[in-house]
């Protein structure tokens, strides 16, 4: 009968259209990250992020509250690391001195954080002495390896002591998202130290209120 042909042909076809658009929606999914982790919470309010209490730099015990009010680039990773690091932390500042030449109103807004994983080894003196070299307004946290531990759970970052091959020292394995959060604390957008200044810049012009 040709109907039925012709339906079970256009009932294929659906089918294949179908899993045409959940293959398109599917790979729209994981190939966006941060909007992704934007798009689990609904609200906007996504499991990334919590409270606190840290050292800063120069011994002072800080918390949360710090942030209040204020956006925040926060980027977890350790002194001695080779090149990562660095380059997140160079990448954060030369995007936050390029908004405070753009729009200064904004960059004001954005705080620079860096927390340690290696509370063993990267002490107020080691955390106050390393981030000279970068934003003079980057607050570089420490704190007892329970207190870090905490902090890593609440923005899901992983990191893990590796033994080097010279067997005197070891580094820190960890994962490099360099995370924008909102005033209230929310969660906004996730970067690399491979995201370019400028791209970060660019983002921050657009999700920053000035
Ligand atoms: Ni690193």
Redesign the pocket.
């Known amino acids: 009968m040709p109907q039925t042909w012709i339906g079970r042909a256009g009932m294929a076809l659906s089918i294949v259209l179908l899993l045409a658009a959940l293959g398109m929606a599917g790979w729209w999914y994981v190939s966006q990250p941060g909007d992704r982790l934007q798009a689990v919470g609904g609200s906007g309010h996504v499991p990334i992020g919590g409270p606190f209490e840290l050292v800063d730099q120069s011994g002072r015990t800080v918390t949360e509250t710090v942030l209040e009010g204020r956006y925040a680039l926060i980027y977890f ?2 002194t001695y ?6 380059t ?1 932390l160079w990448e954060m500042s030369q995007a936050l001195d390029m908004l405070a030449e753009q729009a200064p109103e904004k960059a004001e807004r954005v705080t620079p954080v860096f927390i340690t ?1 290696d509370p063993e080894r990267d002490d107020v003196a080691a955390m106050k002495q390393y981030a000279s070299h970068f934003h003079p307004r980057l607050l570089a946290l420490t704190g007892t390896p329970e207190q870090i531990a905490d902090v890593a759970r609440e923005y899901r970052v992983y990191y893990r002591k590796v033994e080097d091959a010279s067997a005197t020292t070891y ?2 394995d ?1 994962s ?1 998202f360099i995370y924008l959060m909102g005033p209230d604390g929310d969660f906004l957008k996730s970067f690399t ?1 491979q995201t370019k200044p400028e791209e970060m810049l660019a983002e921050l012009q657009a999700r920053v209120q000035g």
């Open positions: 990773g350790f690391c080779p090149d990562i690091c660095p997140a994983v580094l820190m960890h490099g130290h």
